[in-house]
């Protein structure tokens, strides 16, 4: 089994930074996926970045290019999610995920394991 805990939710106001964490315990894969996911209310949940952690390649939606920024640091077995130029509409629900694969990947149902979340407000 995998243990994946999110920390670094908040509050900030637009335009502002906060640093996700996901720290993964427990059972190990020679070859797996990371990914970051965030549910807003009344919307589904959407892809947000993904990390592959055995060779660093990284995957973002459109619509956090250029502002997040995910990595990741094999000796803690955490992934980050660093979120600069906030807007109103990234206030969600983020999750962190784990495929064990090696394609970075998109969906939420191709992930295995899952944290509880932490939730990001971004006042305007």
């Known amino acids: 089994q995998v243990q994946l805990v999110e920390s670094g939710g908040g509050l900030v106001q637009a335009g502002g930074s906060l640093r996700l964490s996901c720290a993964a315990s427990?059972?190990?894969?020679?070859?797996?996926?990371m990914g970051w996911f965030r549910q807003a209310p009344g919307k589904e949940r959407e892809f947000v970045a993904a990390?592959?952690?055995?060779?660093?390649?990284?995957l973002y939606a459109d619509s956090v290019k250029e502002r997040f920024t995910i990595s990741r640091d094999n000796a803690k077995s955490t992934v980050y999610l660093q979120m600069n130029s906030l807007e109103p509409e990234d206030t969600a629900v983020y999750y962190c995920?784990?495929?064990?694969?090696?394609?970075?990947?998109?969906?939420?149902?191709?992930?295995?394991?899952w944290g509880q979340g932490t939730q990001v407000t971004v006042s305007s």
């Open positions: 427990g059972r190990t894969f020679s070859s797996y996926v």
């Open positions: 995920a784990l495929n064990r694969g090696v394609i970075l990947q998109m969906r939420s149902s191709n992930y295995d394991y």
């Open positions: 990390i592959h952690w055995n060779d660093g390649r990284t």
